[in-house]
């Protein structure tokens, strides 16, 4: 029981961390575009700014899957799982969270590989910045790594105690309605 335990704080933590992680590339994100205004202001050129926040952009998007998906930030449709009996609702979520997993896993297996090849040939981007898109292109990757990590936690959350681990925000869902 210890090492489940373990094993739950350390996958929270994880979450936790890519959200963190996303948060710091949204900031990255305005300090960058503020930079940008700035050298205009003063005649400056601050070349491969916009290359920065697009890879900043990509890179928060994909690390806080993970965590919005525990914090019930997703978008999920559940007036059909409202409107089924307990059992069915549970096989409709297991079906829905293999396959939300095995999308992602597959998404990962091509995405380490489009990271090797972009590796392997040096490939770097076509602006001023010649930035090696490999980097990017891992930041995304890992991101990828850990939503496809939550995901497969519901999954097996959902087939061996009924419920997934979803929290669910009635102040968000009340604005809705």
């Not at 890879?55 to 965590?67: D, E, K, T, W």
């Not at 997703?74 to 059992?87: E, G, K, Y």
């Not at 079906?95 to 590989?113: D, E, K, L």
Request: hydrophobic content about 55%; some cysteine; overall charge positive.
């Amino acid at each position: 029981m210890t090492f489940l335990r373990l094993m739950r704080r350390g996958l929270d933590g994880l979450y936790l961390l890519s959200g963190i992680l996303a948060s710091l590339c949204l900031i990255a994100i305005l300090s960058l575009i503020v930079i940008q205004m700035l050298a205009r202001w003063t005649g400056e050129v601050f070349p491969g700014a916009p290359d920065y926040a697009g890879y900043a952009m990509a890179a928060a998007s994909f690390l806080a899957f993970a965590n919005a998906l525990n914090r019930g930030s997703h978008i999920r449709v559940s007036i059909l799982l409202n409107a089924v009996p307990d059992s069915v609702r549970r096989w409709l979520e297991i079906w829905c969270f293999g396959m939300g997993t095995a999308i992602m896993w597959y998404f990962v297996w091509y995405g380490q590989r489009f990271v090797y090849w972009s590796w392997k040939f040096n490939d770097v981007s076509q602006g001023q910045d010649k930035t090696p898109l490999w980097i990017p292109q891992g930041v995304m990757l890992f991101g990828a790594v850990v939503f496809a990590i939550a995901l497969t936690d519901h999954l097996v959350h959902v087939i061996f105690k009924g419920d997934h681990r979803i929290q669910r925000d009635l102040a968000d869902q009340s604005m809705g309605e």
